[in-house]
């Protein structure tokens, strides 16, 4: 073996070990980086918008950053405002769809061999007969202290974005202190980073938007109940690859079976309105803008959402793209791991 043959099996080597280390350092310390990681991402898609108030509107960078966090943080409270309103809708209308629940939980009790009592409510025959408190305990407990996490996380997050931002413009003289020569390259990757990120989050962040205005109105046009939930739905989901508008898709079909039984027409209109939105949003429009410089190989994607949502949980799934395409940027711009970048992509890159 030549000296050059054993230097690379030593560097592929350390190399396997260091991506082991670095996942179950990614899972163990999950707490502290995913609100580092949200704010740097973050970061990046407000760098551009914050450049041009500086450099086009004159306004100072220092209140440039606040301010475009400010605004960032009011459509975050009025999201968040407009799906307290339509869960509240939920609770107020579900008296007329008990009936409809109690009909299922008796088919499923037929087939499953359950207890089922005809005189009791819905709920009080799962909390009865499947014996369901204990579940229904430990999810409350889990909603409210996700609850509380959710907005010290958010809280962190904002805090760290804005100092990211106050230091975004001085990046370039540290880098160019720090690194010397090798200023230039690291600059190119940081660049191409950000570029790519900020596209990609901002196609996502408009077809996602498209797909729930198009789901609002669909759902409203048919007389469905809630339709400002389903849109809410469709929105968050879209940023998971593959399994999120499935899963969008599949949960408003089933509300559309229970509202409309036992005429199943419109619920069969939903189904083929709501996939026909997202194959030709997902399948066609995206990709026409991302543009195949940013394509990810559709395997790459189903592996990258198993593990990040391993590692992160839900949100894992949401980071799993960009990271991904961080991951792949980096390696393009290393020799010995342009193959991960071949491999993570949907074919050769194009210039």
């Known amino acids: ?28 310390m999950s707490s ?12 990046f898609v407000f760098l551009p918008i914050i450049r041009k108030l500086n450099q086009k509107a004159k306004i100072p ?60 409510s819905f709920f009080t025959n799962l909390w009865k007969n499947l014996k369901v408190q204990e579940y229904a305990q430990k999810a409350a407990v889990f909603l409210s202290s996700g609850i509380v996490s959710f907005g010290k996380s958010m809280f962190l997050i904002i805090i760290m974005v804005i100092f990211i931002e106050l230091e975004m413009n001085l990046t370039k003289e540290k880098l160019h202190s720090a690194l010397g020569s090798d200023n230039n390259k690291i600059s190119k990757i940081s660049h191409q980073i950000v570029s790519d990120t900020v596209r990609y989050v901002s196609i996502k962040f408009y077809i996602s938007f498209a797909t729930g205005i198009l789901v609002f109105f669909g759902t409203w046009i048919i007389k469905m ?20 508008s499935i899963i969008s898709v599949g949960i408003t079909t089933i509300f559309a079976l229970l509202q409309f039984s036992p005429e199943f027409g419109k619920a069969i209109f939903i189904l083929i309105f709501l996939t026909a939105i997202n194959m030709v ?20 994607i189903i592996v990258c959402l198993s593990l990040w949502g391993y590692l992160w949980g839900f949100l894992g799934m949401i980071l799993a793209v960009p990271l991904t395409v961080i991951i792949k940027i980096i390696c393009e711009n290393i020799d010995d791991l342009n193959w991960i970048a071949t491999i993570l992509g949907n074919g050769p890159k194009q210039d």
């Open 32 to 43: 502290f980086l995913l609100p580092v990681v949200v704010a740097v991402l973050l970061s």
């Open 61 to 120: 960078w220092t209140l440039s950053s606040i301010l475009v966090v400010l605004l960032f943080l009011a459509l975050i409270i009025a999201l968040s405002s407009l799906l307290g309103s339509g869960l509240s809708s939920i609770v107020f209308e579900y008296p007329k769809y008990e009936s409809k629940f109690l009909s299922v939980y008796k088919i499923i009790a037929q087939e499953f061999n359950l207890e089922f009592d005809a005189g009791a």
């Open 225 to 244: 109940d809630f339709p400002i939930v389903w849109a809410f739905l469709a929105f968050v989901m879209n940023f998971i690859p593959v399994f999120g």
């Open 281 to 300: 949003l997902g399948n066609i429009v995206e990709p026409r803008i991302e543009g195949k410089n940013l394509g990810l190989s559709p395997f790459a």
């Open 1 to 28: 073996m030549t000296e050059r043959n054993y230097n690379r099996a030593i560097f592929f080597v350390l190399f396997f070990f260091a991506c082991i280390l670095t996942g179950f350092l990614c899972k163990t």
